[in-house]
């Protein structure tokens, strides 16, 4: 497993694809995640679909959730 | 609504994206952004998985550095210990059930270490003399026939070194790792045999780690199951590395005998780290092995595979 080198507000967003809800199109600020909280309380969400990206306020990491469990992406 | 990205697996890429967009492909995990040129993919670092989770899987003992009453001056634990390099005479279980790993002797106590982990997680630091030990009871006793444990372990040199072993001889349980031979064995010699008797454990040796590595983390993973009449062992995941060899039909934890953490008294090389410890009083799952090794291995920083 390698590490991830995803940053935020680089590369995300725009386009045909990409977010389908939350603040994620604004030019001027790029790719805006909306969850961003502790990895115990993202860990601890229920009702999330396929897809939901949250943000660690914590450890820094960004976390998507498969419908299963979070992946996460560490900030290396 | 929460902040999606919308899903594609590897086969089901959109024809005609534009440059930036980004989705999450649900048959690999990985996100995927295209750069205008081609798909640009970013692995998923694994499961995000909670002490929940593994509280959740009921283990039998627990020696957790990272929770928060772990260390104490001696078995009353009445004191905590947080500074580095003080003597901890008590490692505290985190299952609930009191199975606390405790030294009397001021010389012989581990010291607390801050700095051998990573993320802020500490570990105990043992000398040649240093030992911590339980004495197992009734309810600690159980079968090792469908049993499963976890080592987070560290050593400074090459040498031989005995992790866990019960009171005395050689007839009685003991973990070695074995570096002599330019590369680390695990010995059980034998694994989940009755202390009084000697019989019941099964015995083995084998190879995993070239001595170059050895002063790295590992974590160690033992699992008997009697159905299948096995004994696996895992160093940080991958293959099982016990071969062929039985299920023991012993007990582990004995009641009245004492488990030794690190047998100090056999003056070999030292210092050793132990940074967790966690036996199941069950035969995991292989997904829940890899659940508590993913655990395990991004809590300390180490790299692990699935298990086959």
Avoid at chain 1, 26 to 54: E, Q
Avoid at chain 2, 187 to 196: A, K, L, Q, R, V
Wanted: charged residues 15%; negative net charge.
């Amino acid at each position: 497993m390698g590490h991830s080198v995803i940053s935020l507000g680089l590369g995300l967003g725009g386009g045909k694809f990409g977010t389908v809800s939350g603040r994620g199109r604004s030019p001027a600020t790029g790719f805006n995640i909306d969850v961003r909280d502790t990895h115990a309380n993202i860990l601890a969400r229920t009702g999330d679909a396929t897809g939901v990206i949250a943000y660690g306020t914590d450890t820094e990491d960004i976390y998507v959730y498969d419908g299963t469990f979070w992946q996460f992406y560490q900030n290396t | 609504m929460t902040s999606t990205l919308l899903t594609c697996t590897s086969s089901t890429r959109p024809a005609s994206p534009a440059a930036g967009d980004t989705l999450f492909e649900t048959d690999t995990n990985k996100i995927i952004v295209y750069s205008g040129s081609d798909w640009k993919l970013y692995d998923s670092d694994g499961q995000a998985i909670n002490d929940s989770d593994i509280t959740s899987l009921n283990p039998h003992l627990w020696l957790d550095p990272s929770y928060s009453s772990s260390f104490f001056t001696d078995s009353g634990k009445g004191t905590a210990v947080t500074t580095d390099g003080a003597r901890v005479g008590c490692f505290a279980d985190r299952s609930g059930n009191g199975f606390d790993f405790v030294q009397a002797t001021l010389a012989n106590k581990p010291t607390l270490c801050k700095e051998a982990g990573i993320g802020q997680v500490s570990s105990l630091c043992y000398s040649n003399t240093d030992e911590l030990g339980f004495v197992g009871t009734t309810s600690s006793e159980i079968s090792a026939a469908n049993i499963t444990i976890f080592w987070v372990w560290r050593l400074s040199p090459e040498g031989n070194h005995f992790f866990l072993q019960g009171t005395a001889n050689t007839n009685e349980p003991r973990l070695r790792i074995n570096g002599s031979a330019g590369s680390l064995k695990y010995n059980w010699n034998p694994f989940g045999s009755e202390e009084t008797s000697g019989t019941g454990g099964v015995a083995f040796s084998t190879s995993v780690v070239s001595d170059a590595s050895i002063p790295a983390r590992h974590i160690y993973c033992l699992r008997t199951n009697s159905t299948a009449n096995r004994t696996y062992s895992y160093q940080n995941g991958g293959a099982d590395i016990a071969g062929s060899t039985t299920a023991p039909t012993g007990v582990y934890l004995e009641d009245t005998e004492t488990t030794k953490m690190f047998a100090g008294s056999l003056n070999y090389y030292s210092p050793y780290w132990l940074f967790e410890y966690i036996v199941f009083d069950s035969s995991l799952s292989d997904a829940n092995v890899n659940k508590v090794n993913t655990y395990l291995g991004n809590k300390h920083g180490i790299t692990v595979t699935d298990i086959s």
